[in-house]
Structures are given as structure tokens and as C-alpha cells.
């Protein structure tokens, strides 16, 4: 697979985001300095309130600009048959009877993109499926706990 375009694709998708959290945080900003909403009295809390949301908004956005940064510069890294799983690795995994693509990324976990007809999901190193793949190799078949069920696996590839 074409991890450079793979890349450029969470890339894009973490940049849709951000613009969805910069409009949403703008329009929290604005509701919270209105004139409307300046308290009635001291149980009125919505200026409050909205500019709660308006710091959350912002502190998202700033993991993402961060998270985009990251992936810029990340490099489409050849995994050889022997390397172990890392920051950059597209993994294929088969559990449950079912195989499924992952991206290791370093930020921006639970992100998925669509890739030749196929879901990538992000993961980080940091991650509960993250830290029980990494150092792993093509064909290791580890116990994996998914949720609080331990499962058989399969590493298919490491690319």
C-alpha cells in the first residue's frame, strides 16, 4: 500500500477537523462575549458556560494542529520482514476471524481513514492495542486483550 498517500489522507482528514473546531470555537467566543449573555443574575451562568466550551474548543484544536504537524513530518518508513512495529508502521492484523488495518501514528488515535476500498485506523503507541503490538513482528501470533477479552492474533504484515 502507498503509506506516503495513506499519510496524506489522516493529514487531510485532522485538517477538516480542525476547521470544524476553529468555527466552533469562534462561535462559542462569540456567544460567550455577546450582551446576551452576560448574567441576569448570579444563577445565570451561560457566558460562563460558553466560554468553557470555547477553551475545550481551542485546546482540541491546538492537539490537532499539533497532530497534523506531526504527520507532515512523519516519513513513509519501509518496514523490512524482521522490523518490529512502530511509529509509521501500516499493520494487518487478523482477529476475531476478521483482518483489520492499522496505522501507527504518533498522535491521533481512533482516526480513520477509507484507503483503496479499505477502513485504516489510527493508533498510537500509547494506546491499550498500541503498546501490546509494538516491537512486534510479521507472523508473531500474540494474545491480545480487546476490551476485557483476551484473543488469539495473527500479525499478517508489517509494512
Known sequence: MNKR??????????V????????AALASRTEATHESSKAENKYDTRGLEASYLARG?????AELEAAIAEFEK???????????IAVGAL?????????????????????????????I??????????????GKKSG?????TFGSTKQA???LRVE
Do not use: N, W
Open 74 to 84: 512523519l516519513g513513509a518508513r519501509k518496514f523490512g520482514e524482521g522490523d518490529g
Open 121 to 134: 485506523l489510527v493508533i498510537t503507541p500509547q494506546s491499550p492495542l498500541g503498546v501490546q503490538l509494538m
Open 16 to 23: 477538516a477537523e480542525l476547521e470544524v473546531y476553529f468555527r
Open 91 to 119: 499493520v494487518e492484523l487478523e482477529h476475531g476471524g476478521e483482518s483489520s488495518l492499522y496505522f501507527v501514528g504518533p498522535r491521533a488515535g481512533g482516526t480513520e481513514v477509507l484507503h483503496d476500498r479499505k477502513e
Open 140 to 144: 508473531d501470533q500474540p494474545q491480545l
Open 5 to 14: 498517500a495513506i499519510i496524506k489522507k489522516i493529514t487531510e482528514k485532522l
Open 153 to 155: 492474533a495473527k500479525i
Open 57 to 61: 474548543q481551542s485546546k482540541q484544536a
